[in-house]
Structures are given as C-alpha cells and as structure tokens.
C-alpha cells in the first residue's frame, strides 16, 4: 500500500508538470498521445507527429528495460526492483535538466521513465496494478460500486489498494502543480529523490536481509555479498 501510494504521488507529479509545461504534454499514460499522434499525422504537421510518436516509444522502451531487468510480471519481494527504481530516477533528473533547457528531449526521458514504473509491477494479490494512470484503477472501483449496489460481495482488500493508489495519484498532481508555478521543471526532482530513496533503500534492505541470512548460517561477511 505505502509502496504504491509513493509511486502514484511520483507518477501524479511527473504528469502535472508535463500538463502545464511547454508542450503541455501528458507523460505518465499514451492514450491521449497515441490519439495526437494520429491526429497530427491527418493534419500533415510532421513535427507534432514526431514529437507524439518520440514519447510513445520511449514509454515502450521504458517497459522493455523494465521487463528485461526484472523478468517477471507478479510483484514479488527480492526481485530487482531496486535498480529499476534508481534508473528511474537518474532519467528524472536528466528531464528535468533538458526542460529547464527548453529541449524536448526531457519529455522523452520523462516518458521512459513513466514507462520504467509503470512496468515494475503488472498483478500483486489477484489485482492488476498501474501506477503511472488512473482509468483502470476508476473503471474497477465503479464496478465494485455497481456490485455493491446488487448486493454483490466485493473484495475489500483490492478496492482499498485501488482508493490508496488514486489517492497518491491526485495528491501527487496536486504538489506538481503548485510546485511548477513555483518552481518549475525543478519540480520533478521531488518524484526524481523520492523514486531514487525507494530504490537505495529497497536494495539497502535486500542487502541487510542476504546478510542476516548468511550470518545466522555462518556465511560470507557483507562486503562480500554486497559484491
């Protein structure tokens, strides 16, 4: 839950920032990009278009790295998610230097980083779980709705886990707009520290818990299994 809520409130922030930024750009979900792409492309303007279908494929590519450093789809602690989360936030704070620059090369890294995260985790207890956009989380929470009005039982544990993930998501739009009209693209160092803490700190936990492992079995001392 608290995993989840972190990396909404990221997601929340990385996206307002690209709303209200120069290209006014979502970042964090491709639906609305994927539909400029196509629209651009009918109305023959060819540097919109690549611009759209530039943040589409890093967002992919995003999810390509994901997928290849972690290699599985069901959240499951001791996996590399670590890393992941460190790369993340590396391609933050690139973004954030390339807006700050004018370039829109900070959209696109902002876009794989999204993709990066979105990608982390894909099903955890029985739900499917996005963190980088809301409409599925929405569409679940009104079905649940309209089984609880049928008097239908509806799983707790899941609809808390969906109203946590929305909540990062809205709280997290809410501190990047009032941080890019006071700070700008200097905002997205908050998700860039944030994703970047998560990530030392789970690799710093792995590694304390291999440790204790081997030391009650006599083992190897820590340097030796940090390396």
């Known amino acids: 839950m608290l995993g989840g809520l972190l990396l909404t409130c990221a997601a929340g922030c990385i996206n307002a920032v690209g709303f209200l930024g120069l290209h006014h750009q979502a970042i964090t ?3 609305g990009t994927v539909s400029l792409f196509s629209t651009d492309l009918a109305r023959a303007d060819s540097l919109s278009a690549m611009r759209a279908f530039l943040v589409v494929l890093c967002f992919f590519l995003g999810c390509v790295i994901s997928g290849f450093i972690i290699r599985q789809n069901t959240l499951k602690l001791g996996r ?3 890393g992941v989360l460190v790369l993340e936030s590396f391609l933050l704070f690139s973004a954030a230097h390339f807006f700050n620059h004018g370039l829109f090369a900070g959209d696109c890294l902002a876009s794989m980083a999204c993709g990066l995260q979105n990608a982390m985790a894909t099903s955890y207890s029985g739900a499917v779980i ?37 909540l990062g998501f809205f709280t997290g739009g809410l501190l990047g707009a009032y941080g890019f009209m006071h700070l700008g693209y200097d905002t997205l160092y908050f998700p860039a520290g944030l994703s970047g803490l998560a990530g030392l700190g789970y690799m710093a936990s792995r590694t304390y818990a291999r440790y204790q492992r081997k030391r009650q079995a006599g083992g190897a001392p820590l340097l030796r299994i940090i390396f």
């Open 29 to 31: 979900h491709l639906s």
């Open 130 to 166: 996005r963190t980088t956009h809301m409409t599925g989380i929405i569409t679940d929470l009104g079905i649940a709705a309209g089984h609880l009005l049928h008097g239908q039982s509806v799983d707790y544990r899941r609809l808390r886990l969906y109203a946590t993930l929305l």
């Open 80 to 82: 590399r998610y670590g």
